[in-house]
């Protein structure tokens, strides 16, 4: 009955979460090279066009799928109660394309939940930047700071160049910008069933 619960609260979370398992699984049964034609590559491009959302539910590796996925179910849900469905689909949406443009304005391609999961998550956190939910009792506000300091240094020092940095930050960008409009509409209401 919990799960039944839980899906109705939060049908898109539970939605992007059975898509992303779904194309992991083919991928991982069978060979990557099988999902290859939802990844976004620049120069597949305007033949692909659905690619600028399809990949972000395409990931090929454990630890990629378990990191986006963790932070689709444990704070996604959350954004989703707070928003609503409506709203919390669009903040997805948004951030994959986000995501996406970021990868063709540097002519490269990309796949994963990431810049979703930035959008989320920084949605969350600056929604609730002094409450401390995360270890050794520090406030919200740390995580996404760190994240985009992180991710800038990324970029500017070379680090891990094969991580999304852009898109991380496209997706973080789009989260406080809805949250920017839309925290006046979150539905506390939620919070107290």
Known sequence: ??????????????????????????????????????????NELPQR?????????????????????????FVGSWVEMLLGSKRYIILVVTSILAGGLSLILRETGGIGFSAAGAGI???YYFAFPWERELPLNLPNIV???AIMILSVLAIVFGWLPSIGHYPHI???????IFLMCFHKKHNLMAFND
């Open 1 to 42: 009955m919990v799960i039944i619960e839980k899906i109705k609260q939060t049908p898109i979370t539970c939605t992007f979460l059975l898509l992303s398992v779904l194309v992991f699984l083919v991928a991982r049964i069978t060979e990557p090279e099988n999902v290859r034609f939802l990844a976004l590559d620049y």
């Open 49 to 73: 066009w659905y690619t600028v959302i399809s990949y972000g539910v395409v990931h090929v590796e454990w630890y990629h799928i378990l990191i986006n996925m963790v932070i689709l179910v």
């Open 121 to 123: 998550l920084f949605y």
């Open 143 to 145: 995580l996404p700071l």
């Open 170 to 176: 496209a997706g973080a960008l789009t989260g406080v």
